[in-house]
């Protein structure tokens, strides 16, 4: 079929330009994403009408824009043809509303941002790659907002004029320093002020254990009674574990322990290449079932209550299947917080997540044994990029200020590394193939059933969460057979979890049932105006069971004292 004339020349020419940051792009994933805007860019031939449709809305939005721009040089407050999505702050300054330049300016932006995505949506991919179109098509828009640039941003300008290009200078330096030490990234923090073991993860307490791949952390209890049943915090092995003990304030270990309970925290050592062929098992043998068994130990109880967050919680799922299938009942209830175990809706992360981008990650995990911090790292910060990407351009390169001093960033941009068997066969087993939800999933060569758990669980989400959806952490909560509690919290992945009580704190709570259909759960939830901390505190009191003499010391003859708390493998960067 012979092409109309033009119909390729306004699609095409926008995705050209978004080939200007396909190096950021790529260096946020080693899957290069703009393979599949070429393959939106081809399908686009095929539907050429589709084509000039789009770019004739862009061409009425122009006019339009031109027309209201127009009317405000005269002092009329004529509308634009679009505007900012809820919550998009980039275009905030008064100088977008005042001066016609820059109102124009930004209403050509989002309507090449419009056009994007018409033309996405006329390509007509596969699902799978209309999801990976979009996304790059997303993060490269992004970059290339107005905002992003010197001219662009009236805020920029002005400060370089307020402080006589000093703020230009700083920046420079700010970017030169990025480029040099932080792979070209901006810095998202400025951790001058903080260190683990003073003023984060700084609840007393000493290292009892330590094995090639945790330590088990036993923190001094504050009271002289505690309750019988232990309590151990099980971290994701993606990142360093005091997400758990933050800062004093602002730690649910330290909040666990004044009220009451003995706990007990896992440290993974941060990988390295030695450590290349750790599978899944592994991690789980000599993970939490481990621990259980040195906390048993030490603390003669014959059951242990565990706390688990993210995929430490998918960890600990599975761990509970195989001790259902064998009979094991050393842990007595389990607290999920923001946690995945059925795979079926696996957020954002699922466009990391198809066989093409794990064959990917393979391939360079076998060069060096393990996928590096700052890979994964990055692969976190495109899925929020102006949260976490160019908000930081816009502060630290054009505005020349320092990042904020933040202990949630500082722990964030402490990040471990991947074995690459272990992270192969996670990704794989879980994302790719969702085999634990589906009894699927093997430990020890048999296959682990999660409607044999009938332990009590206590499962949290968060509603703003991009990582765990709230209704697919739901899902935990039919999965396994025991007392199943459902709570929802504000905020999103770490920040529902860091959530002490302040006065903005809220979650709901539904005590009358747990339906199928998680927005039926909502619908019935009564919203409470405090952290769920609070509501945690009175459902695990139960689970611990009876108030008991606290320990005089910690650790005991066959596990002693090793070191002071926060121990080595956090502090390990290498």
């Not at 079929?1 to 200007?20: C, F």
């Not at 339906?515 to 619908?523: G, I, L, N, V």
Request: glycine share 8%; net charge negative; with cysteine.
């Amino acid at each position: 079929m012979k092409e109309e004339p033009g119909t390729e020349s306004g699609g095409k020419a926008v995705l050209d330009r978004l080939g200007v940051a396909e190096s950021v792009l790529v260096g946020a994933d080693p899957v290069s994403f703009l393979r599949s805007l070429a393959q939106a860019g081809a399908a686009l031939t095929k539907n050429p009408s589709g084509t000039v449709a789009a770019n004739a809305r862009l061409l009425l939005g122009t006019a339009s824009a031109l027309r209201a721009a127009a009317g405000r040089t005269i002092g009329l407050e004529s509308e634009g043809p679009v505007a900012p999505a809820k919550g998009d702050k980039r275009f905030n300054d008064p100088a977008f509303a005042e001066n016609p330049l820059y109102f124009l300016l930004e209403q050509q932006y989002l309507l090449a941002a419009q056009l994007v995505n018409e033309l996405l949506d006329a390509a007509g991919l596969d699902p799978s790659r209309d999801v990976k179109a979009r996304f790059a098509a997303k993060f490269l828009i992004d970059a290339l907002a107005p905002t992003n640039t010197l001219p662009g941003n009236p805020a920029a300008l002005r400060a370089a004029f307020d402080t006589g290009g000093k703020s230009l200078a700083r920046g420079a330096r700010n970017m030169l320093s990025d480029i040099r030490h932080n792979g070209g990234w901006p810095s998202q923090v400025d951790g001058s002020d903080f260190e683990v073991g003073v003023n984060m993860a700084a609840t007393p307490g000493s290292v009892v254990y330590r094995s090639d791949l945790i330590e088990l952390i036993q923190y001094e209890p504050q009271g002289k009674r505690v309750h019988e049943v232990p309590l151990l915090f099980c971290p994701p092995w993606i990142n360093k574990y005091y997400i758990m003990d933050l800062a004093p304030g602002k730690s649910l270990i330290e909040w666990a322990v004044q009220h009451g309970h003995t706990c007990f925290a896992i440290s993974y050592r941060n990988p390295d290449a030695s450590m290349r062929d750790l599978g899944f098992e592994d991690y789980l043998r000599k993970g939490p079932l481990d621990a259980v068994r040195v906390v048993r130990e030490i603390t003669g109880a014959p059951e242990v209550n565990t706390l688990s967050v993210c995929l430490g919680g998918t960890l600990t799922a599975i761990g509970l299947a195989h001790n259902a299938a064998i009979g094991d009942r050393s842990i007595k209830s389990a607290t999920f917080l923001n946690t995945l175990t059925d795979f079926s809706v696996p957020g954002s992360l699922g466009v990391f997540t198809d066989e093409a981008t794990i064959a990917g990650l393979e391939k360079q995990m076998a060069k060096r044994g393990f996928l590096d911090s700052d890979k994964m790292a990055h692969t976190f910060d495109a899925l929020r990029a102006n949260d976490l990407v160019f908000q930081y351009v816009v502060n630290n390169w054009l505005l020349g200020k320092k990042p904020p001093a933040f202990d949630l960033l500082v722990w964030n941009k402490d990040s471990t590394r991947m074995p690459a068997t272990m992270h192969s066969q996670y990704l794989r087993s879980c994302y790719l193939n969702n085999e634990f939800a589906q009894n699927e999933f093997t430990v020890e060569g048999q296959k682990v059933d999660p409607a044999k758990v009938d332990i009590d669980t206590y499962v949290l989400s968060a509603v703003d969460d991009h990582i765990v959806p709230w209704v697919a952490g739901y899902k935990t909560t039919h999965l396994f057979s025991g007392r199943n509690r459902f709570v929802l919290s504000t905020s999103g992945h770490i920040a529902g979890i860091v959530n002490p009580p302040h006065p903005k704190a809220k979650h709901w709570v539904n005590e009358d049932s747990l339906p199928a259909d998680p927005q039926e759960w909502k619908d019935g939830a009564t919203l409470k105006e405090t952290t769920w901390w609070e509501d945690w505190a009175k459902w695990i009191a139960k689970q611990g069971g009876p108030k008991v003499a606290a320990p005089r010391q910690l650790g005991s003859k066959e596990h002693p004292p090793i070191e002071p708390a926060p121990g080595s493998y956090v502090r390990s960067t290498t």
